[in-house]
Structure formats: structure tokens, C-alpha cells
């Protein structure tokens, strides 16, 4: 698997593995043994970079990823995250909160120190200069090794890289949701800071495997959000139309041109697709080997660009959470 850098020299995998849904979000998944298993077998095929985080479960995938990564813990790179109020309503990023969501977390996990902790989403109510100085604290301490944030505004990063350098930018995006365009991967750019996109499969949309008769069992989230209504899903289409034709080109999947336009952006874009099968680990990370010319690129990024998405990514609680 090829490297990259992340902020402040960070090097993990071209392709990440993000844990969550082997946890929450999609219903029911696999025994626990089955996805200790997977998450191992990522490693072995070259992933260094796994996130998860408290709210994921909660706890539980935090707990999952420490018992498969514990063995290899040298050998890779955890992110996890603080800021939801668990048990209660909404974010909380108080500095006293931060450092005991630390503590659980690296209990959690297995080990001694977290390597990359991001604010999951921001605290309207606490200055993000007191929660940069409360990582950097943890920085000091050696609980923590990288800082990062996950869908914050462009002020709001300036502002708390200004406290303590941040390493990963976390944000949903791919080629049906590229907001970050306009502000984000500038100002990453600008400081120096990687950019991790989350749900770069569009929470499975992209790879093709969805369609307007596709039915979704109790627990997965995709149910609720607007952009996977079944007349969406009709509509959308045409995006993983754009996508399988690139992929037919290439002699690779939807998915795998998926990833491959997003590791095309920028040098410094590690996206972090997740699944619950080998098969599926398998296709994504080929998608590292998909060679995707400048204009290929441009292509898929101009015609995507003409195609009006139908439905929203979150609910509007949901949306009213994030930063930007």
C-alpha cells in the first residue's frame, strides 16, 4: 500500500479503514470475532490508519478496534474522537470533558496513547482556542499525538491551528458532496494539513450496489437521510452511471474510481471507506492502484459537477450539528 503525509509529517496508508459501521449506522453486522478478523486483515494488506470513535456504538467500536489492533499497535495509526455528549443532548467539548473522554478512550482502545484526536464536531459553546489548548495539555502529557477536526469551518480550523498545529482535517466527501471544495481543501493546502474524507463511497451509494428497490433493515441510518429516499436513489443514479463508465475504461469498479478521483485531488487526501467484508476491503484498496490521468480527473469532476444531487446528506438536526 502506498504512503502519504498527513499535517506535521504524519504518514499512514493511501486508504484508510473507517470502523463505524462495523459498530452503528447500518443495523446489525457480523460477530465480533469476524470483523477482529477483518480489521486484522487490513493490516495485512497494508492499512495503517483506522478510525473510530466514542459515539460509535457507543464505546463498542472503540473496543473492537483496540482488541484487533492491539497486537500490531506499533504498526498503525488510531484516530478517535471527543465532543458529543453522550447520554445526553448534543456536543460538549468542555476542556474537563475532553480529558476524560481521553482517558476512556485510550482505556478503550488498548493502549497508551491516541494518535490522532479530533474533535468530532464543534462546541458552539466553548472557544475552540480552549479545546486546542486542552489537546495540546494531552499533547504534552503523551496521551495524545496528533490534533484534528471533523467538520469545522474554515475560521474555526485557522483559529485553533493558531493554538495547536492541526495534523487531519475529517469531512465528508466524494463526488456527490463536494462542499469542502470551496473553502476547505484551500485552507488545508495553505496550513499544511491532510484531509481525511469520510463516506467517500457516499455511505455505499457510489459503489453501484444501491438502487431505488434496495431496502434497508432496522438500525441503518440510510433509511432516514433524505438523499436515500427511493425517488433519490432513482434519481442519483446517474452519478454512479458517470462513475461505471470511467470504471468500464479502466477495467475497475465504481468504487474504486471513487477513490481514486479523491486520492487524484491532493497528495495529502487519505480517504477512509469502511466495510464489513474481506471482498469489499479487497476492491477498495485496489482503488489506490487506479491511475487516473489529469484528465480523467477533470472529466469526472466537471460532469459530476452538472449533475444536481437529489436529497440532503443529514437530517436537519443532524446537518444543524456540523460547523460549517
Do not use: C
Amino acid at each position: 500500500m502506498r504512503k502519504r503525509i498527513l499535517g506535521n509529517g504524519l504518514e499512514v496508508s493511501a486508504i484508510g479503514f473507517g470502523a463505524m459501521g462495523m459498530s452503528s449506522g447500518y443495523g446489525p453486522g457480523a460477530e465480533r470475532a469476524e470483523h477482529v478478523a477483518l480489521l486484522r486483515a487490513a493490516v495485512e494488506r497494508g492499512v495503517t490508519l483506522f478510525d473510530t470513535a466514542e459515539v460509535y456504538g457507543p464505546y463498542v467500536n472503540e473496543e473492537l478496534v483496540g482488541e484487533a489492533l492491539e497486537p500490531v499497535r506499533d504498526e498503525v495509526v488510531i484516530a478517535t474522537k471527543f465532543g458529543f455528549d453522550i447520554g445526553g443532548e448534543g456536543v460538549d467539548s468542555r476542556p474537563e470533558h475532553i480529558r476524560e473522554v481521553a482517558d476512556a478512550s485510550l482505556r478503550r482502545l488498548r493502549t497508551d496513547r491516541i494518535d490522532l484526536f479530533y474533535q468530532h464536531r464543534v462546541d458552539p459553546a466553548v472557544p475552540i482556542e480552549e479545546v486546542a489548548g486542552a489537546v495540546r495539555e494531552l499533547i504534552e502529557a503523551g496521551k495524545v499525538q496528533h490534533f484534528g477536526l471533523s467538520e469545522a469551518a474554515a475560521a474555526t480550523v485557522r483559529r485553533a491551528h493558531a493554538v495547536q498545529p492541526v495534523t487531519a482535517l475529517q469531512y465528508e466527501y466524494s463526488l456527490w458532496w463536494r462542499r469542502p471544495e470551496a473553502e476547505i481543501l484551500p485552507l488545508a493546502e495553505e496550513l499544511g494539513i491532510g484531509f481525511v474524507p469520510f463516506s467517500p463511497l457516499g455511505r455505499g451509494f457510489l459503489t453501484g450496489a444501491i438502487t431505488a428497490g434496495t431496502t434497508f433493515g432496522e438500525g441503518d441510518m440510510r433509511g432516514s437521510l433524505p438523499r436515500f429516499d427511493a425517488a433519490a436513489r432513482q434519481a442519483n443514479q446517474v452519478v454512479v452511471d458517470l462513475l461505471r463508465r470511467k470504471a468500464d475504461s479502466k477495467g475497475a469498479t465504481p468504487a474504486q474510481i471513487a477513490l481514486a478521483w479523491l486520492l487524484a485531488q491532493r497528495p495529502w487526501i487519505v480517504p477512509i471507506p469502511g466495510t464489513r467484508r474481506l471482498a469489499r476491503l479487497a476492491e477498495n484498496l485496489a482503488g489506490a492502484e487506479v491511475e487516473l490521468t489529469d484528465d480523467d480527473r477533470h472529466e469526472l469532476g466537471t460532469a459530476a459537477a452538472k449533475i444536481d444531487v437529489r436529497g440532503d446528506r443529514y437530517s436537519e438536526q443532524a446537518e444543524r450539528l456540523t460547523n460549517l
